[in-house]
């Protein structure tokens, strides 16, 4: 019989083998010293589940607490945005390696980058410049900014600028005067004549100051360094800006109909309001003589309203032509250097803008834009557009045909994709499109993936919303490799001209009917000038502008329209 010997040289909790004097474990403990041992363990175990439990509320807590986020997110399905501060963007951009030179030069390097990150990230999603802006362009944009920060809003040149306009006092030789743009009309327009505003400035040395509306805060960055290009809210005009029209005091072509250009006692006036509104008559018009820009070189404040991309008509005019010749050698680049330079999205439409793209064009072989504006007031979507669109992007080999008859097609080799990405106040094109191309195979075995980011169904134009969304769609666009657009459309004007791209435009439907043929390439990437004059200011007669020059032709969407175009058929 064996015994259980305590033995005070062994270790507490071992057994004494009397046969061959060995320690085993798990032997008969002690029953107080068992007892303790497990007391130690389960209060550690306790404090150690309740370090845990406080670890994990103050987490939660300050994950609850933090910075409420500011970047947007579109959803795949729905496109929703909301809110969220993209952190992770920002901490990778430190990491990434910065263009040395912004757009071959174009842009300035004094900024911050954190305050708009596309102006410095939008390169890594370009494709580089088909064509470099000509250096005098970098020269006069470089003193354009000096300019800007010498006389820009609350400097000393501005005060005293501003002073006496508000007395009304005759107003003395400056070397700050100003140009304002007044905010007007729909997204599209207001990034078109704002590109106009700015270039006439730049002929006429001026400063731009720019109406900041009800969203041009949210949705573009400074383009200028150092001092801000947005119209203090308390110029004394402001209020006046909504009732600015063609029979206001001040209207130049008003002013011109009465003879009444100078002030009672011979003096200049110390402002005068531009329309150059759609509607705008003849009088207005004027503004593209010489004459009429040599009185208005004397008026310190011009105050514009427009919802025109008259660019094409300044070069027209014979005091402005040798200037703009050398700005822009290729004279159909202009508002694709314009646009580049002025218009960056803030951060939270960049956040839209990236992420849709890394999320579904990125990984493409090919992307493509189509672009859909329906003048049509009934209720769509229309069979007879759609059936356009598919004419055209078959017609063009843009997308490939379907194969009704087969399940599936192998392709030899790698398969190829395509990314479309369609914009449209209707998704029912989208819907229609995505269905041809997931129902059947392709007879190339190409994949193809239809995208819709957002389905807003009629234009609101004052929404903030809406227009971050319509800004990121146009940006978008302009990101694709192949565009097709719709005639008339500025927004379609914007993409293209943004990504250097000669779009196929969809002829304009008549009568309910899909034209034949459905689309045509344009001359050139540059926007069209809705509503020129047609006027020769030497003969003081009505002139057919579009064939004075070879470089202004008349718009393929347009027949009375004015564009721009080179002598190149390709870019």
Not at 176 to 197: D, H, M, P
Not at 289 to 314: A, G, H, R
Request: one cysteine or more; glycine letters at 6%.
């Amino acid at each position: 019989m064996k015994r259980v010997n305590k033995n005070p040289d062994t270790d507490l909790g071992t057994r004494s083998d009397p046969d061959n004097g060995s320690n085993y474990d798990n032997v008969l403990r002690d029953p107080v010293a068992q007892y303790g041992f497990e007391f130690n363990s389960m209060r550690m175990m306790g404090l150690a589940v309740v370090t845990l439990m406080l670890v994990s509320v103050l987490f939660s807590v300050s994950v609850v607490l933090r910075d409420p986020p500011d970047d947007g997110v579109w959803e795949a399905n729905e496109a929703k945005s909301f809110e969220v501060k993209s952190r992770k963007e920002e901490d990778s951009f430190q990491s990434a390696e910065v263009p040395k030179e912004l757009l071959g030069g174009l842009l300035s390097a004094e900024f911050d980058k954190k305050s708009c990150l596309s102006r410095y990230q939008s390169a890594f999603y370009r494709k580089e410049l088909s064509r470099k802006p000509s250096s005098y362009l970098i020269s006069r944009l470089r003193s354009y900014e000096a300019l800007h920060q010498r006389c820009g809003p609350y400097t000393k040149s501005y005060n005293k600028t501003l002073q006496k306009l508000k007395s009304g006092n005759q107003p003395e030789s400056s070397d700050c005067n100003y140009l304002v743009w007044i905010s007007f009309s729909g997204l599209g327009n207001r990034i078109l004549t704002l590109a106009s505003a700015f270039l006439y400035a730049l002929l006429t040395n001026r400063v731009l100051l720019v109406d900041p509306g009800v969203d041009m805060v949210d949705l573009f960055c400074e383009p200028f360094p150092e001092v801000s290009w947005f119209l203090p809210s308390d110029f004394p005009l402001k209020n006046q800006f909504d009732s600015f029209d063609q029979i206001s005091p001040h209207c130049y072509g008003r002013l011109l109909k009465n003879n009444n250009t100078m002030n009672s006692n011979g003096s200049s006036r110390s402002f005068v309001y531009l329309h150059l509104v759609h509607d705008y008559d003849d009088h207005d018009k004027l503004f593209f003589c010489d004459e009429d820009q040599s009185f208005l070189q004397k008026v310190p404040w011009l105050i514009m309203k427009t919802d025109n991309y008259y660019i094409p008509s300044l070069f027209l005019i014979p005091s402005f032509e040798q200037e703009l010749s050398n700005l822009f050698p290729n004279k159909d680049s202009v508002f694709h250097f314009l646009g580049r330079y002025l218009f960056h999205p803030t951060n939270p439409v960049w956040g839209l803008i990236t992420r849709y793209y890394d999320a579904y064009l990125a990984r493409a072989d090919e992307r493509i834009g189509i672009q859909i504006r329906v003048f049509d007031t009934g209720v769509g979507p229309f069979q007879y557009v759609l059936d356009q669109i598919l004419a055209c992007t078959l017609k063009e080999n843009l997308l490939p045909k379907v194969d009704k008859e087969k399940a599936i097609i192998r392709q030899s080799g790698n398969q190829t994709s395509k990314a479309v990405i369609l914009t449209s106040l209707s998704s029912g094109y989208f819907e229609k499109m995505r269905d041809v191309y997931w129902e059947y195979p392709t007879v190339t075995g190409e994949v193809i993936g239809i995208y819709q980011p957002s389905q807003e169904r009629y234009q609101q134009t004052e929404k903030h919303t809406h227009n971050r969304k319509a800004w990121a769609e146009m940006y978008l666009l302009s990101l694709t490799d192949v565009l097709v657009t719709s005639s008339w459309s500025t927004f379609g004007y914007v993409a293209q001209s943004l990504g250097g791209l000669r779009p196929w435009i969809l002829y304009k439907p008549e009568n309910h009917t899909a034209p034949d043929p459905p689309c045509h390439r344009a001359m050139s990437m540059e926007p069209c000038f809705h509503a020129p004059p047609f006027y020769d200011c030497k003969a003081k007669r009505g002139i057919d502008t579009g064939v004075l020059v070879p470089h202004v032709r008349h718009c393929e969407d347009m027949s009375w329209g004015l564009k721009l175009v080179d002598h190149q058929d390709e870019l």
